[in-house]
């Protein structure tokens, strides 16, 4: 957006992460009062963000291409709007900035509806599709995993808990303990709704216990944490006790891709207590599944799983309760 210009007043994304943590419906309008009314919606209840575009008599909404950004007509105080929305709560934050850019064009330069949103959508597919940045899921995910590896750090130490961490370095699963080895998965959804990637994510190493770790996230406004400030802190715990397992954090990260010079003002919250599950135990594919004579087929298996109401283990080897983030 264009900083300071009186045509388009703009909504800051650390205001709507606020009104949204407070569960708040709120309307801003951004066009004030021109030709077409453009306003930006948080629905009650904060179940999500929207943008209203008026609409002529005979003027229809554009066509998103994007399979999660849906466009649709509504009737809004009597006039005709189109409707930008998303039903991807972890996707918020960029949906948030794409919306502010559709805004924009139409409010300051002038763009029609459809030119604003088909400019918009070239611009950020180039961005999105940069190898090098990490995408709004993989930041949730690694949320999940320092808040577990904050756990086994304090009962095990920075250096034993930095050294099991071994997801990041291309092993099977997320942490492998002494006895047992743990898979994290973390979801921003009010399901527990995980996606598994390969028949061997879910499938313990011979001898060896797999626990399956679900964590869910809400969005924390102002009592949140971005995910830089929980990396600074593991990093600033870690060398207090251990130089070595500093580098080994840090070793890591880069492997996961994070780079402190990306954007991240995301503030997250522990939504549930998590839920700890026996392998074995869930919905699951393995790969003495599959059919001996196409197993070496085929090449890649990624699938949902679905462990809302699951009823926990006891016997889960790291204490999990009251689980935070860094």
Known sequence: MSPGDPRFPGVAWSTIEERLAEGMGVR?????????????????GGDGISLLVGLERTQQPPRSPLAAVRVEPVSHEGRRMARFSTTRPELWRDFHDLLMAVAERIVVHGCTLE????????????????????????????????AVLQRLAERDGW??????????????????????????KTTASERRCHTIDGVGQLQEAPGRRLWFVSVQL???????????????AI????????LRATQQLDDALASLG???????????????????????????LTL????????????????????????PETDCPVDLAALRLP
């Open 115 to 146: 030119r604003a949103f088909d400019l918009t959508v070239h611009a950020w597919s180039a961005l999105l599709n940069r190898p090098h940045a990490l995408g709004a899921q993989r930041r949730i995910g690694i949320h999940g995993e320092l």
């Open 28 to 44: 801003y309008p951004l066009s004030s009062g021109a030709r077409p009314d453009v306003q930006y919606q948080i629905e009650g």
């Open 218 to 232: 809400t969005r924390g406004g102002r009592g949140g944490r971005t995910l830089s400030e929980s990396i600074e």
């Open 235 to 242: 990093r600033e715990a870690a060398a207090a006790s251990d």
């Open 288 to 311: 003495d599944m599959l059919p001996t004579t196409q197993s070496g087929r085929i090449a890649t298996v990624i699938y949902d799983v679905d462990v809302t109401g699951a009823q």
């Open 258 to 284: 994070w780079n402190p010079d990306q954007p991240d003002d995301e503030r997250w919250t522990v939504r549930s207590e998590p839920l700890a599950l026996h392998a074995e135990a869930m919905p699951r």
């Open 159 to 184: 250096a034993a808990a930095s050294a099991a961490w071994v997801g990041p370095h291309g092993e099977e699963h997320d942490f492998a303990l002494a006895h047992c080895d743990l898979e994290v």
